[in-house]
Nanobody, 122 residues
Framework: QVQLVESGGGLVQAGDSLRLSCAAS???????MGWFLQAPGKEREFVAV????????DYADSVKGRFTISRDNAKRTVYLQMNSLKPEDTAVYYC????????????????WGQGTQVTVSS
């Protein structure tokens, strides 16, 4: 089993920055860690993903140039640095772990965190 615990959400103003963290525990090997968001009444959307080695990274077009995914392998922690936040970034953000592949599809992820709320006011 893998447990994922997110932190770092909060209420900020447009243009501000936040850094989300996702700490992974457990003995199962992880191939990729992803971040997703879910706004009220909408489906879960892909934000960013990184292979555990960091060799491959992918971003949704909506966050390219503003968000950066990184990881600290020693701490088994993945981060999402979010800059130039916009009101439309408001959502619950989830991290997820995939054992076999790097993918944008949330249905393919094996483990999920509990989510952390990010609210951006205009």
């Amino acid at each position: 089993q893998v447990q994922l615990v997110e932190s770092g959400g909060g209420l900020v103003q447009a243009g501000d920055s936040l850094r989300l963290s996702c700490a992974a525990s457990g003995r199962i090997s992880i191939f990729a860690m992803g971040w997703f968001l879910q706004a009220p009444g909408k489906e879960r959307e892909f934000v960013a993903v990184s292979s555990w080695t960091g060799g491959t990274i992918d971003y949704a077009d909506s966050v390219k140039g503003r968000f950066t995914i990184s990881r600290d392998n020693a701490k088994r922690t993945v981060y999402l640095q979010m800059n130039s936040l916009k009101p439309e970034d408001t959502a619950v953000y989830y991290c997820a772990a995939e054992r076999l592949r790097l993918t944008r599809n949330p249905d393919e992820y094996d483990y999920w965190g509990q989510g952390t709320q990010v609210t951006v006011s205009s």
